[in-house]
């Protein structure tokens, strides 16, 4: 009997097989995967490509084959087989782009109908078709006088590097190559994506990175804007804290021009007509998260820990005194005998920095000597200590 079965589940397997493999779903599903295979690595083609020809015209640019302006005729971009024609159109318009912008390469690129067309040349030996920019002694003849030079260039795939293969010729019978270049890059690479009017190359362009970095130096001078808004007490018979207002500048120290550690000393004042005033030290260590050194094109997330003095005064500073509230009190702050409080926090957060100039962080703190005041909630309790403020703070460094 169980052979028996396993024939007849062998058998089903067979049968099964190609109803599943000829289901629409299925097919469907491999379509679209093969689909976006094919978009994904047409644009890293893509984007290959513009980098060298990027890499090109940096090359002319830097040593110019003209010493001055001299008309050249595009005789043709040509792409891997099966990318199409459409990227040998992007291709073009990014060549005749880069060009335009880069005068300095003495390449003017001009229109020659005569060069590119597909003409037939009849003589007493034979008959030739071919393109003008192949047969220059049948331009003579067209008078096609536009262009004295031919620009071709090649791109092809060779296993996974991408070949870019320029060469500049002189129209003439002989044809001669007056300037070749050959550029290969890995498709694996990440395309530098230049800017095509201040072409650099990769060497050139770490440099600035690193110059960049060592002109802010380690040094900033922050200036902050925060709010602390303290969690509403947990008995209704407390009094709850206002949110306070800060504004803070001192100075921020990086242990190197990668900034991967900061550290941070900072004086902060507040101030309320007819509510509170109040003065602050505040330090603070802080650790990126998001790399070993800091980005002058992305977001750098910090880790942040630090602690703060603070020394508060006016009437709404009330609820900072005393963990219950009496109405003397009250009457006694509204009449201007102002209390005044002194507190130390600790606090732990994140702050988010955009191109090390602009700041937006968020913080949770904790006020040690009021973790059982009547008007102090939690946010947060973690191993018996509790977190009463959260604060968010807007930064900008000069």
Not at 185 to 214: Q, V
Not at 318 to 337: I, N, R, S, Y
Request: hydrophobic fraction near 45%.
């Amino acid at each position: 009997m169980r052979a028996y079965a396993a024939v007849l589940g062998i058998l089903f397997g067979l049968w099964a097989a190609p109803a599943y493999a000829a289901s629409p779903d299925v097919e469907d599903a491999q379509r679209a995967e093969l689909e976006r295979v094919r978009a994904k690595i047409a644009n890293e083609v893509q984007l290959t490509a513009y980098d060298l020809v990027d890499e090109m015209v940096l090359g002319l640019k830097t040593d110019p084959v003209f010493q001055a302006s001299t008309p050249v005729v595009l005789a043709g971009v040509t792409v891997p087989v099966g990318l199409g024609t459409g990227l040998e159109a992007l291709v073009e318009n990014h060549l005749a782009a880069v060009l335009g912008e880069n005068p300095r390469t003495n390449i003017q690129l001009v229109h020659c109908p005569s060069c590119t067309a597909v003409v037939v040349h009849s003589g007493p030996e034979a008959t030739v078709l071919s393109r003008g920019v192949d047969d220059p002694a049948v331009l003579a003849e067209l008078g096609a006088g536009s262009g004295k030079h031919a620009l071709f260039v090649d791109i092809e795939a060779e296993g996974t590097w991408l070949v870019l293969r320029a060469r500049l010729t002189r129209l003439t019978p002989d044809l001669p190559i007056v300037w070749s270049r050959t550029i290969a890059s890995s498709t694996s690479t990440p395309a530098l994506l230049r800017d095509g009017t201040d072409l650099k190359s990769a060497e050139d362009a770490r440099k600035d990175y690193l110059a960049a970095l060592h002109d802010r130096g380690p040094i900033t001078i922050p200036v902050r804007l925060g709010v602390r808004a303290y969690a509403p007490p947990n008995d209704s018979a407390g009094v709850a804290v206002p949110p306070f207002l800060w504004l803070q500048t001192g100075a921020e120290l990086g242990s190197s021009d990668a900034r991967a550690w900061t550290s941070s000393l900072l004086l902060g004042f507040s101030f309320i007509p007819q509510a509170y005033q109040g003065l602050m030290l505040q330090a603070r260590v802080s650790r990126l998260l998001t790399g070993r050194a800091r980005s002058l094109t992305h977001p750098d997330l910090y880790l942040f820990v630090g602690g703060s003095v603070m020394t508060v005064w006016g009437p709404a500073t009330a609820p900072f005194q005393a963990d219950f509230l009496t109405a003397d009190d009250l009457l006694t702050a509204a009449d201007g005998d102002s209390p005044r409080t002194t507190l130390g926090t600790l606090h732990l957060g994140l702050d988010l920095r955009l191109g090390n100039r602009v700041g937006l962080s968020t913080f949770l703190e904790t006020i040690p000597d009021r973790n059982n005041s009547d008007n102090f909630g939690n946010y947060v309790r973690v191993l018996g200590l509790s977190f009463q403020t959260l604060g968010t703070e807007v930064t900008f460094c000069f």
